[in-house]
């Protein structure tokens, strides 16, 4: 099995800057691809982010395009989100996942962190 536990959610004001961090264990490879997701309240969950094996090769959704960056350190087998400039809009539970992250199709990924919250306020 693989663990994947998130970290540095919580509460900030609006413009203000959160990083994100995903840490992986167990039988995770790290030529798995990675990122994430969230779920706003009251709407389906969301693609947010993807970043392959490497690192060299991201996309981010249009939304969050020039506020949000993904990075990993495969050293560390752990997986980031810096998070700026940050909106009301961007309030949900986030998701680590790896595997077929590339998909961008909930029902394709491997494996799901438990999630966490991030509240923006105005």
């Known amino acids: 099995q693989v663990q994947l536990v998130e970290s540095g959610g919580g509460l900030v004001q609006a413009g203000g800057s959160l990083r994100l961090s995903c840490a992986a264990s167990?039988?995770?490879?790290?030529?798995?691809?990675m990122g994430w997701f969230r779920q706003p309240p009251g709407k389906e969950r969301e693609f947010v982010a993807h970043i392959d094996w490497s690192g060299r090769t991201t996309y981010h959704r249009s939304s969050v395009e020039g506020r949000f960056t993904i990075s990993r350190d495969n050293a560390k087998n752990t997986m980031y989100l810096q998070m700026d400039d940050l909106k009301p809009d961007d309030t949900a539970v986030y998701y680590c996942?790896?595997?077929?992250?590339?998909?961008?199709?909930?029902?394709?990924?491997?494996?799901w962190g438990q999630g966490i919250q991030v509240t923006v306020s105005s």
């Open positions: 996942a790896t595997g077929n992250v590339f998909t961008r199709e909930i029902d394709r990924i491997l494996y």
């Open positions: 167990g039988r995770f490879d790290e030529l798995w691809d």
